[in-house]
């Protein structure tokens, strides 16, 4: 039999190679969309030492860089696991305090650069951190929990519950009242906490999404971020009226802010990396650091000749005929205060499916996948509860949505509402890859911690093992060849991608020392991010790199 046999010849500026059947191929790759020297993984707050020495942390990336004002540059401060940091704050002996939210940690630098755990609670609670005019540290509890705690920078005195506030609260501040002014996400308002007397008073609301509050650096002015309206406002802590000071145009993640000086603020974007400073006197804006093309690209999948990427807070498309990005959506823009089935992109987008029809998203962080139009992007279907989804699939009907779930397996959506999901029993449950075979109702699904390949029959349950001993795969995408199916996987564990020829039940590396394969935060489980692969009509291969945040490209051809 005369079998067409998929063959990736990997390229490199003007570098090609062929494959012999009987040898394993290790080739180059080529990167086509990358930005150097920018900040990586989607970037959270910024602090400011009381020598005027600017950081920024990062939740994904777990790490915390410092950052030099006028040129940009940045060198790693702490790295993976300790700097794993969403909000930041500097003592006034140079301490730094910060909040791991994945970890459920919050941690501290003092003079000494001893690194302590100096408060714990569940993942995804730990969040505002601020120290009060005597120099006592307090954070607070977003978007699980409303804790208020006390910590010791230095580690000796244990954690002490201070209240519980009225909602979760994010980035807060010390007036000179000595009182906490605190954003409430999910109620649009802004609380006055005295822990003194632990009375609450809420005084501004009608925001859409405010998640930070800042002082001015002489406790006259009060100032909010609307990451809703990407949007700085003062505010009248008596009367509670907001006047706009700046809004950042462009589709952003405004994650937080800080005072810089007397005259501006440093504002982080998430969506593209970018740490912003605008100066009030002249209402102009600079990047202190480069725009990154991608935030944190995870899952990809092709529509076209354009290539849809789930890019960590954004919906993003690439046109791979000029590489041109186009940022289609991005989470934020509705008010928090409707939950998970707001008709907004998720925070934490982990996979997108492209489709004629549909648009459909993986959100982590929420526990859903989520519905668009792909004609317009509006949303078809807000909420259908998954939790730890990484791979999609549909079937060519749209009858049926397939998603692989971590820990708990395939699972099966029906339309039309997509809302009640079916388990697939098989002994695979730490699913990742997923990708539709040429079969009906059958798909390819990758395990990552038994390293296999399998080819499931959904409605039947009956599966086969395709292929083993692959360490760590992830994203998964099949090439419907004229007689057989070729898949391609990102091995996270070797860093590499391996080719799969259904048909000759054969396999091997196209291409190998790839930034890929983020590790896990601390405390949690790999695998952390996602790693994408999708495959063009061309034969052309994609990966996505959660090491570097670009986008990778195999460049492919036909043997018979």
């Known amino acids: 039999m005369s079998l067409a046999l998929f063959v990736c010849l990997i390229t490199l500026g003007s570098v090609s190679a062929t494959l012999n059947l009987q040898n394993q191929y290790l080739g180059n790759w080529q990167t086509v969309l990358s930005t150097p020297f920018a900040l990586r993984h989607g970037i959270q707050g910024p602090g400011v030492s009381p020598l005027g020495t600017i950081s920024v942390g990062s939740v994904m990336g777990q790490y915390i860089a410092q950052v030099e004002f006028f040129t940009g540059a940045s060198t790693t401060l702490l790295s993976q696991p300790l700097g794993e940091a969403d909000d930041q704050v500097y003592g006034k002996d140079g301490t730094l ?3 791991s939210l994945l970890s459920g940690l919050v941690r501290s630098r003092t003079p000494d650069l001893k690194v302590r755990v100096i408060g714990q609670n569940g993942p995804f609670t730990p969040n505002g951190v601020a120290f009060d005019n005597n120099g006592n540290c307090y954070y607070s509890q977003f978007p699980a929990g409303t804790g208020l705690y006390k910590v010791d920078p230095t580690g000796k005195a244990p ?67 609307d990451i809703g309206t990407s949007s ?160 999609l699939a549909m079937s060519n009907n749209y009858q049926y949505l397939v998603a692989a779930s971590y820990g708990t397996g395939v699972q099966v959506f029906t339309a039309p509402s997509y809302n009640v999901a079916k388990t697939v029993n098989t002994p695979f449950v730490n699913v990742t890859g997923l990708a539709h075979a040429r079969d009906a109702n059958t798909v390819y699904v990758a395990d990552y911690t038994k390293g296999a390949i399998y080819k499931l029959n959904y409605i039947t349950g009956q599966y086969s093992t395709i292929a083993t001993g692959i360490s760590k795969p992830e994203g998964l995408a099949v090439y419907n060849g004229r007689y057989s199916d070729t898949i391609f996987v990102a ?70």
């Open 97 to 99: 305090v910060w909040t």
């Open 159 to 225: 954690q002490q519950f201070i209240l519980d506030v009225i909602a979760p609260m994010n980035g807060f501040d010390f007036g000179s009242d000595n009182q906490i002014y605190g954003p409430l996400p999910f109620t649009g308002q802004i609380v006055r906490i005295n822990v003194a007397t632990k009375t609450q008073t809420v005084i501004a609301s009608g925001f859409v999404d405010v998640e930070s509050v800042r002082w001015s650096l002489d406790k006259k002015t009060l100032y909010a971020l």
């Open 232 to 391: 700085i406002y003062s505010v009248n802590p008596t009367t509670g009226a907001k006047t706009l000071i700046c809004t950042v145009s462009g589709l952003n993640y405004l994650d937080n802010f800080r005072v810089y000086g007397t005259d501006g603020f440093l504002i982080s974007d998430t969506v593209s990396n970018t740490l912003i400073y605008y100066k009030m006197s002249t209402k102009t804006f600079r990047n202190v650091t480069p725009r990154s093309v991608f935030g944190l690209p995870m899952g990809i999948s092709f529509l076209g000749d354009n290539l849809y990427v789930a890019d960590y807070v954004s919906e993003k498309s690439v046109n791979v005929n000029n590489n041109q990005v186009r940022t289609i959506a991005r989470s934020g823009t509705q008010p928090a205060s409707a939950g998970p089935s707001a008709q907004d992109v998720s925070y934490g987008i982990w996979n997108i499916l492209a489709t004629q029809r549909y648009l459909v998203l993986s959100c982590f962080f929420d526990g859903r996948i989520q519905i668009r139009s792909t004609a317009d992007n509006s949303v078809v279907v807000s909420t259908i509860p998954a939790s730890n989804v990484y791979g």
């Open 491 to 560: 091995a996270t564990g070797t860093k590499s991608v391996v080719q799969i020829n259904v048909a000759f039940n054969y396999k091997f590396t196209v291409a190998s020392n790839l930034p890929i394969g983020l590790p896990g935060a601390f405390s949690l489980a790999d695998p952390n991010t996602f790693t994408g692969v999708a495959v063009h009509s061309s034969g052309d291969v994609y990966v996505t790199s959660d090491i570097n945040d670009s986008l990778i490209k195999l460049k492919c051809t036909y043997a018979n």
